[in-house]
């Protein structure tokens, strides 16, 4: 089994920066793919980047050029940092990791984390 944790959400004033983290622990052979989504009241979940294990990545159009996502592979973790903050951007934040397992031997897994609140206030 593996876990996701993410921290650093919270409340902060449009403009403003947060940076969530999220490690990824367990049953861990390789992690290919780790993203950010996020989910908004009466909203569907929606991604917002993607990184892929080479340094690749994908943004929703919405935050391109404010939000930046990165990885320490040493350390089995993920970055979002969020600049330029705005109201619509308040959500809760999920990460998830894909790659393979140690056992069963080199099972696919696909996991979430619990997410983290992040309010903009206007």
């Known amino acids: 089994q593996v876990q996701l944790a993410e921290s650093g959400g919270g409340w902060v004033q449009a403009g403003g920066s947060l940076r969530l983290s999220c490690l990824a622990s367990?049953?861990?052979?390789?992690?290919?793919?780790m993203g950010w989504h996020r989910q908004a009241p009466g909203k569907q979940r929606e991604l917002v980047a993607l990184?892929?294990?080479?340094?690749?990545?994908n943004y929703a159009d919405s935050v391109k050029g404010r939000f930046t996502i990165s990885r320490d592979n040493a350390k089995n973790t993920v970055y979002l940092q969020m600049n330029s903050l705005k109201p619509e951007d308040t959500a809760v934040y999920y990460c998830?990791?894909?790659?393979?397992?140690?056992?069963?031997?080199?099972?696919?897994?696909?996991?979430w984390g619990q997410g983290t609140q992040v309010t903009v206030s206007s």
């Open positions: 998830n990791a894909e790659g393979k397992s140690v056992v069963p031997y080199r099972a696919d897994f696909r996991s």
């Open positions: 367990g049953n861990i052979f390789r992690i290919n793919d």
């Open positions: 990184i892929s294990s080479s340094g690749s990545t």
